[in-house]
């Protein structure tokens, strides 16, 4: 089966960011955060997804990539 896989560690990773950093600056909890880190979202929300690309200055499929299983 198939899956989405949110490129959060990547993407925070090239740029030398901290998940506490962003969280902060996007107030966004933590908890939730940690649940897209780690693929473990059954939907995605639309405003996140808005603010990670806005943040990041990148696309939808720079952040989200369709995983084939």
Known sequence: MAHL??????????????????CKELDIPRSNFNRYCRDEFQRIDANLVCKLCEYFDCNLGDLIEFVKD
């Open 5 to 22: 896989h949110m490129r959060i560690n990547e993407l925070l990773e090239e740029r030398e960011i901290s998940k506490n950093t962003i």
